[in-house]
């Protein structure tokens, strides 16, 4: 009896156990549900939300990309103005998106893609006084303004940048008519920015430091290569990777210039201290010098065609330059212009005399999906001709990812949309393709003079791409410390200059001063456009370049390889472009290359033929140690 009363009770708890467990399974079933449908709604809420203002969005870029292009396309006081009044309703249009973005950001059990587009909407860097904002886009117009503007009075004649002070640069090789050019075009543009630019620093640190982060530069690089931390050591390594390669370049070609001007003008005084005069590098930035080739070129006595006759004597004009350009894309199956671009695209620069325009070639998304636009003075040569791919380049990019959410409307970094139409060219300026178009003839050479021939080819190509690298990445590295206050506005063009000759080994053909201001003098430090990408954009592309080449097929020397017409290599690239901003720029990289950062090597293997020649005739005999800058103290 006394058992089964035991057995009774032992029942009645195990009952009461399992009842209890049965209530906590179903309380805890109730709150996994009611968690699930709080992410339903919440997904649900952030998803109409993103809709609608990635539509908002659109629309006001669509605004801005219009008023930009009527502007910079006639650089009247009344399309400034314009410009400015629709930049600044759209930031208060963005102060309260970005606010939203924020909230929603704490949403719990977001999905990726929808933290990645509230990510970008939440991005600010505007100051919150509206008179800050408001002096923030009048210093940016007044900067574009005097460049835009910038002219020289030489010879009796007034000279703008394109075409008239780029030819003589080009042609020239007179010193005294170089260094003039080069200070009156510093006069005209930097010298009028310096104090603007001191103001438009502080403003827009100022707005930076507001939305969290450290300065200028530190919103610029997390905004451009986000969750990329480590960016600065990364450019930073890979210039170290790459700068054996530029020192031999260097002083190859220092080497050659003063050897051709104390023949050919025995009065100029070329420095001994193993630098090379900025002025005398056929740029006025010297941040390329293929315009010297005739004086570099290792192998004189192999005849090497002049490639801007050649276009001329086969009957280009600017037209079938770009109807030349969107062939070679479509031919690797991808878009053609839309008609819009052939109707309204600024080819040559406007023929009237009371219209200025704003040379600098760029590409326009109007946001609309059939609006697509360049601007460009072009002018029949073959540097234009590069110039056109580069810019087409960023219009495929544009058609590829327009289907794309409004964020998501955008390269996978900037480096990314600056290398797309490089790759191109990197194949159009192939030996191979040269000859295709009828550029070049097809001659029946011995394997010497062939090697001769391929190292002519590759100077050519290293000093446009090799030569600009160190230039690629001083621009921002000098704007990254002018922004974090370590460089002080009484040393900007002294520490300016003191970067230049680091990394470039240049120096200016007249002393300077601090009342100067030489960075001002190039386009992207007055429109406050970000230079790094340019940078990363010169290694990228000849990553994609390698992955299109495989892609295609090709097999010998990676700078012989031509993928014209490759609609395997072509499918690689728009897979790639489709993507946008949606993913992470890694991800990008990979599906393109398979690698998930940037990498030197195929840069190296590119040029490495030319490194081994310019090795064995340098014979050690490098470098600028010894160099100081033309510094005059005020």
Known sequence: MKALWRLSVLCMLCTCVTARHRHDNQQRLRQVLQQRRQRINTGTEVSKWLTTKNEELRRWLEKISF???????????????????????????????????????????????????????????????????????????????????????????????????????????????????????????????????????????????????EDLGDAWRQREFFDTPELVQIVEDLWQELRPMYVQLHSYVRRKLETYYAKNHPDFDFPKDGSIPAHLLGNMWAQEWNNIFDIVQPYPEVKEPDMNRALKEKGYNVGNMFRRAEEFYTSLGLYKMVPDFWR?????????????????????????NDTFRIKMCTEVNMNYFQTIHHEMGHIEYFMAYRHRPTVYREGANGGFHEAIGDTIALSVRSRKHLQTLGLLEDANVSEEEKKKSDINYLMNQALLKLAFLPFG???????????????????????????????????????????DFDPGAKFHVAANSQYIIYFASFLLQFQFYESMCQASGHTGPLYTCDFYRSKEAGEKLLNMLKLGGSKHWKEALKQMTGDTYIRTEPFKKYFQPLIDFLMNENKGDVGWAKAGINWERA
Not at 149 to 175: A, H, K, M, W
Not at 347 to 368: G, I
Request: charged fraction near 30%; proline fraction near 4%.
């Open 344 to 368: 309204h695209s600024m080819l040559v620069r406007p023929t009237e005399k009371d219209r200025e325009v704003q040379c600098h070639a760029s590409a326009f998304d109007f946001y609309n």
């Open 473 to 515: 990445y001083l621009v921002d590295k000098w704007r990254w410390r002018v922004f974090s206050g370590e460089i002080t506005p009484d040393k900007y063009n002294e520490e300016w200059w003191k970067m230049r000759l680091e990394y470039q080994g240049v120096t200016s053909p007249v002393p300077r001063t601090n009342a």
């Open 67 to 213: 008023a930009s292009w009527n502007y910079e396309t006639d650089l009247s006081e009344e399309n400034a103005e314009k410009l400015n009044k629709v930049n600044i309703d759209f930031s208060q249009w963005k102060s309260t998106c970005v606010k939203e973005a924020s909230e929603k950001l704490k949403f719990p059990g977001l999905s990726e893609d929808a933290r990645h587009q509230l990510r970008i909407l939440s991005y600010d860097i505007d100051p919150s006084n509206p008179e800050q904002l408001r002096k923030v886009n009048d210093i940016q117009t007044k900067l574009e303004q005097i460049y835009g503007r910038g002219t020289v009075e030489y010879n009796g004649t007034t000279l703008q940048l394109e075409p008239g002070i780029t030819n003589l640069f080009e042609s020239s090789r007179d010193p005294k008519v170089l260094s003039e050019l080069w200070v009156k075009w510093r006069d005209a543009t930097g010298k009028k920015m310096a104090n603007l630019y001191t103001e438009f620093v502080e403003l827009q640190n100022t707005g930076a430091l507001e939305h969290g982060f």
